[in-house]
């Protein structure tokens, strides 16, 4: 990875990029600095010392949300677009025909950027006229709430268009690169809260001992995503061949490649939103925690998961994991056709050996794509429910580099990595057809 990037530093047009690409996001870091006017700064402090309904939230923002900057949405209004756009496209078959042709692409972002504007418009005001009243404006009157829900959505729709310069100027997925400087700038906080957790007034024997440990788990949680996600289950697949002419074409062999981790971290962000959507909405009522319903609320709470004093609560934890499993397969179903494969393979005059084309070959890919989504939402829920476990049995704070987050981490940076070397593979070729 490191020689990639020195390599291409010595590109003068990828150079230019990466340069544009850092630029765009010291910007994003100085804009979430800036908080917005009229609002008390400090009042999300309290939802992040009572339970982590907002964790996740507040780490993809890269602790904007906590702060309550002009940046607090972040993103997010995109990725839920984006979702909900693709998967409109597959449910609606006119857009389905427009996903396939340059325009058609063209028209959908379109409505996409319309569809973020318009739910960064209601989340916004969800939060300022929830919250408003209850201490987060400092004068709860309809002018302050009208500059919230304006700053907040303003600021969503420029980060929105950071990451789309991004992807058209600079390196990687612009919308991944955002959401990874998110995370990253999280990274220091969180470290500082393992060394006073586990390393703070220790010997040094202990710290040594507890500065291994946390290296070799961060390390090795790294290492199973990278195989997780690089993880492919490739089928042969034979093309016939044919005479045209007086040449012979065809004959040639293949595959296809079934990615383990298809949905990606997909699965994991519907289940916990699913899981936290009713603890958010709670906090804009007064819940008494000691009824049979704050029970179950506490029990959707992953705060509450794995706490050796009320092993009841991890409930929550078995319906999460069976979410994640859900949603695997339920993503996979909707972005992986095996009838539309198997059609376009006998069309071309392709067949998997030993499998007779058609029917038999969907069906043969189905019974595959069933066996390794299990595999990969099994790996899935490892990574995101392990930093749950260790945060329930030591009492230690939701880390931005656990779980969901560290997918989102190495796999924008594998992607970015990837993109690199592409355009310098591309830049050689060009080189090499004008000598």
Known sequence: MFKTLQNAFKVKEIRTRMMFTLFMLVIIRLGAQLPVPGVNSDYFQYFFSTGDSFNFFNAITGGSFEDFSIFALSITPYITSSIIMQLLTIAIPKLEEMNKEEDGKRKIAEITRYVTVALALIQAIAIAVGFGGSGLLENYTWYNVVVVVCALTAGSAFLMWIGEQITEKGVGNGISIVLLINILSRMPSDLGILYDKFMKSQSIPIQVIA??????????????????????????????????????????????????????????????????????????????????????????????????????????????????????????????????????????????????????TSDYLSRVLNNIVLIGAAGLTIVAVFPIVISGVFSVSRLSFGGTSIIIVVSVIMETIKQIESKMLVRNYKGFLND
Request: glycine share 10%; aromatic share 12%; with cysteine.
């Open 211 to 360: 500065f291994v440990v946390i290296a070799a788990v961060i390390i090795g949680m790294v290492v199973f995503v990278v195989l997780l996600n690089d993880a492919v289950r490739r089928i042969p697949v034979q093309y016939s061949q044919k005479v045209v002419g007086r040449r012979s074409v065809g004959g040639q062999g293949s595959h296809i490649p079934l990615k383990v981790n298809t949905g990606g971290v997909i699965p994991v962000i519907f289940a916990s939103s699913i899981m936290s959507f009713p603890v958010v909405i709670a906090q804009f009522f007064d819940v008494d925690y000691t009824t049979f319903g704050g029970k179950i609320l506490m029990m959707l709470s992953s705060s509450n998961w794995c706490v050796p004093k009320a092993p009841v609560y991890s409930i929550g934890l078995i319906i999460y994991i069976v979410l994640i499993v859900a949603f695997a397969y339920f993503y996979t179903a909707i972005t992986f056709n095996p009838i539309e494969i198997a059609t376009n393979m006998k069309k071309q005059g392709g067949f998997i050996p030993g499998i007779r084309p058609g029917k038999n």
